[in-house]
C-alpha cells in the first residue's frame, strides 16, 4: 500500500512524478490554530524561516486554496504550493520595496 494518491502535490505540482518531489511540501504539516490565517485571493504574502528549503525574496499573490491546509500563490518567478504557516502577510515597506525585507531592514523601515 502507498501514500502516493494522497501526496497534497498529485495533479497540482508540474514536478510531481508519482513520488514525492524536493520543490514542493513532500510532508503533510500538523494543522496549529495559530496558522489557521484565511487569505483571501490577491492578498500579498511572503515566505516565512518556516518555507522547508525554498527561499525566495519575491512577493507572491494568493491564487486561491489548494487544500484544505494548503494555498496556491505566485511570484513573477514561482508559483508553488505552500502551507499557511510558510506564508506571512507582506507589510507596508515590503510593498514598497516590492521584496521580502529582512528583520534588520524590516526594523529600519518601521523608525523611518
Excluded at 502516493?4 to 518531489?21: D, L, M
Excluded at 520543490?23 to 483571501?40: G, M, R
Aim: glycine share 2%; hydrophobic share 35%; net charge positive.
Amino acid at each position: 500500500m502507498t501514500n502516493i494518491p494522497k501526496h497534497p502535490c498529485a495533479n497540482k505540482c508540474t514536478e510531481f512524478k508519482g513520488e514525492q518531489c524536493k520543490t514542493c511540501l513532500v510532508q503533510e504539516l500538523p494543522s496549529h490554530k495559530s496558522c489557521d490565517v484565511d487569505f483571501l485571493p490577491g492578498d500579498v504574502v511572503v515566505l516565512t524561516k518556516l518555507c522547508r528549503t525554498f527561499y525566495s525574496n519575491d512577493l507572491f499573490e494568493i491564487k486561491g486554496k489548494a487544500t484544505e491546509r494548503l494555498w496556491s500563490i505566485k511570484s513573477k518567478n514561482h508559483h508553488i504550493i505552500v502551507a499557511s504557516k510558510e506564508i506571512r502577510p507582506a507589510t507596508v515597506a515590503e510593498i514598497q520595496s516590492k521584496r521580502r525585507l529582512t528583520e534588520a531592514e524590516q526594523a529600519l523601515a518601521e523608525v523611518s
